[in-house]
């Protein structure tokens, strides 16, 4: 109750100082009072819970009241024993209440300071924009400093401003290597206002200001150059674990891209088996056909060169479809695969890849109608060839 209401605490105190003195009276002039001891108490209360204020006006309350009954003493017997351990009593209580209270004052005056420290790391801790990020701030500050707060911050070539008047956004940049003004503003009250350069590493990286209706001592303003350091440091902690997480993130979204690359390669591989199996069954197929026919069985010359004929077409093919592998080898490596390219009749190429595909039994019958005016296309004979095999092959039966 005593911190809460500061009026209403010293007028308790006073009370407890009035209530000690009236108890010390009845002491005759001759001899000490014993009470006198009992006016630490209220000094004490009064540094405890109001600070070098409370410490400073209870023992001044204190002293007032012993000095009347000390000069009646000294009068009566002189200044003896008696009147000067009483006097060496006030003295103690008006030393005791100011320095203690000072001290009480101060270190609630520092644990301000690291909550408001604590506060500023808290609050740049989110992973929110910068700009929202610093008016949050800017509201802590204001709330804990009672004070007008703006902060400028450099984001690569733009300012980030958190603030409510633009003049002050405008001072904190002209003035970002530091500036104190007594009297910011007309009125009947001084303006102080205070700008700070946040910097890194001997670089500035944005400005603190601080302006406040009334007083702003030296302490509380190198106070506030120690919180513009805590701020440069937790605002580049900020940027160096958002940098990290986007990093991080970067790096997971390369892993997976290459996770996915893996497992397309991968499928592609299996489809890639699939497909040379069919593609060297046929050829091998019509190979090892007609070589058992040639061995097993009596065939005219003619049947014969037909058949040896179909065989080279089908060792053609085989070598053609390596090609096609080699080919895809060179594009995988980024090379363009090497074309020969001539005059091709399109009526000799369709009959030529119908007899690759013809085979020994004659299971695929096709019939080419090719008109011979057509224009003969320019190609690559090989790879033409290859083409409408694989067209063919394909084509359901």
């Given at each position: 109750m005593i911190r809460g209401r500061p009026a209403v605490g010293l007028l308790v105190l006073g009370a407890c100082v009035v209530a000690i003195a009236l108890l010390a009276a009845d002491t005759g002039p001759r001899s000490a009072s014993p009470w006198r001891h009992a006016y630490a108490l209220p000094v004490l209360a009064g540094a405890l819970a109001l600070g070098v204020v409370g410490g400073s006006v209870t023992a001044l309350a204190a002293l007032m009241t012993q000095a009347p009954m000390l000069f009646v003493r000294v009068e009566a017997v002189g200044l003896g024993a008696v009147a000067l351990d009483e006097l060496a009593s006030a003295a103690?209580?008006?030393?005791?209440?100011?320095?203690?209270?000072?001290?009480?004052?101060?270190?609630?005056?520092?644990?301000?300071?690291?909550?408001?420290?604590?506060?500023?790391?808290?609050t740049l801790a989110d992973e929110r924009p910068l700009a929202h990020i610093l008016d949050a701030l800017r509201r802590r500050l204001n709330d804990r400093l009672a004070a007008e707060v703006t902060l400028a911050v450099?984001?690569?070539?733009?300012?980030?401003v958190a603030g409510s008047d633009a003049h002050l956004f405008d001072r904190?940049?002209?003035?970002?290597?530091?500036?104190?003004?007594?009297?910011?503003?007309?009125?009947?009250?001084?303006?102080?206002?205070?700008?700070?350069?946040?910097?890194?590493?001997?670089?500035?990286?944005?400005?603190?200001?601080?302006?406040?209706?009334?007083?702003?001592?030296?302490?509380?303003?190198?106070?506030?150059?120690?919180?513009?350091?805590?701020?440069s440091a937790a605002l580049e902690n900020a940027r160096l674990v958002a940098r990290q997480?986007?990093?991080?993130?970067?790096?997971?979204?390369?892993?997976?891209?290459?996770?996915?690359r893996l497992e397309a390669l991968d499928r592609a591989k299996s489809v890639f088996v699939a497909m040379a199996s069919h593609e060297l069954r046929t050829p091998l197929t019509?190979?090892?056909?007609?070589?058992?026919?040639?061995?097993t069985r009596e065939f005219s010359p003619g049947e014969v060169r037909r058949q040896a004929e179909i065989m080279r077409r089908q060792t053609r093919r085989?070598?053609?479809?390596?090609?096609?592998?080699?080919?895809?080898?060179?594009?995988?490596?980024?090379?363009?695969?090497?074309?020969?390219?001539?005059?091709v009749p399109v009526g000799p190429a369709l009959a030529g890849a119908v007899e690759l595909l013809g085979g020994p039994q004659g299971a695929r019958r096709i019939v080419v109608d090719c008109a011979p005016e057509l224009t003969p296309v320019r190609a690559d004979p090989h790879a033409l060839e290859r083409i409408l095999v694989n067209l063919l092959s394909n084509t359901p039966w």
């Open positions: 103690m209580l008006l030393v005791l209440g100011p320095l203690l209270g000072s001290c009480v004052t101060e270190a609630r005056r520092q644990r301000e300071r690291y909550a408001t420290v604590l506060a500023v790391h808290e450099r984001d690569g070539e733009r300012w980030i904190a940049v002209e003035h970002a290597a530091g500036e104190f003004l007594p009297d910011a503003a007309d009125g009947p009250r001084p303006h102080r206002r205070l700008s700070v350069p946040l910097c890194v590493r001997g670089e500035t990286m944005g400005v603190l200001t601080v302006e406040r209706v009334g007083e702003l001592p030296a302490g509380e303003r190198r106070a506030l150059a120690a919180l513009a350091l805590h701020i997480r986007r990093f991080a993130d970067e790096l997971a979204d390369k892993v997976r891209a290459a996770t996915d019509a190979l090892v056909g007609y070589s058992e026919l040639l061995a085989l070598a053609g479809i390596i090609d096609d592998f080699l080919d895809l080898s060179r594009l995988e490596r980024g090379e363009a695969p090497p074309l020969r390219l001539a005059e």
